[in-house]
């Protein structure tokens, strides 16, 4: 997720249970590769393997060089998107755009799996539009291809996030294809996550959205499919995470921009604890790290703010 699913956030998730992350999606234009941005985003110290670049572009012959710079730069995996459905990326060609094009689809495809010796995985959607679900002859051309997994999420490029996931096409994708088939869109709670999985037969989740603010979900999955009783964290222990978490963005971004950034986490986490608008609106009027951690140093010890959350 571009923009969320950076260094300290694949870290938190894969603390509290998520079997592994993928990075930040990142172009294939090797002129932008070089920028500060990027680098963050490629940023992998410490990190546990299985480290999952993804790739963005509408050009073979540069995504087939941007899996090559992503396997030097020591990714187990390359990932490519075809799920995006950004118009910043769509107008591209890329992202999701590249499911009205199967011809593009599969040279892409191609070329990026001939390019390295690592395994390729793909993130698609269900197809271009409701009247147009190719999902079924995507996935078929990815697995002639020689991508390795294939990750679904249920609705179109044309659907947006708008309305529900369908979960139709990822049942009629993995009766498709041998490959591994990971479902994904609008799963948030370990219900959710079993009907699903007996719906589709899919061999395993990806959640995206609902981690905002809610890293936890992925102990609760754990938790469901081993058989174990969950137990949700207290409000001491959000606010901890909340803290260790800003804490690792001021030390990847530097101050005045991890500051920034971390406005939309710690809002997403009140959200996820209950609304708080108004700590929200306090959080963000706040100009330094070190008042942000102060500020969250007072909500962990202040019983009527863990009311107001």
Sequence with gaps: MAGVSDLPFRQLCRRLGADYAVAEMVTSDARLWHTDKTRTRLAFDGEATPRVIQIAGSEPRAMADAARRASDLGADIVDINMGCPAKKVCNRAAGSALLRDETLVRDILRAVCAAVDVPVTLKTRTGWSPAAR???????????????????????????????????????????????????????????????????????????RAAHGNPWIFAALAAARDGREYRAPSFAERVAVMRAHVTALHELY??????????????????????????KSDFNRIETASAQLAWLDGLAVNPAWEQAA
């Design 134 to 208: 190719n999902g079924v002859t995507i996935a078929r051309l990815a697995e002639d291809a020689g991508i390795r997994a294939l990750t679904v999420h249920g609705r179109t490029r044309e659907c947006g996030y708008r309305g529900q996931a369908e979960y139709d096409t990822i049942a009629a994708i993995k009766q498709a294809v041998g490959i591994p088939v990971i479902a994904n869109g609008d799963i948030a709670s370990p219900a959710q996550a079993a009907r699903v999985l007996a719906h589709t037969g899919a061999d395993g989740l990806m959640i995206g």
């Design 254 to 279: 530097g101050d005045v921009a991890g500051t920034r950034i971390a406005r939309k986490h710690v809002g997403w986490y009140l959200e996820a604890a209950g609304g708080a608008a108004q700590l």
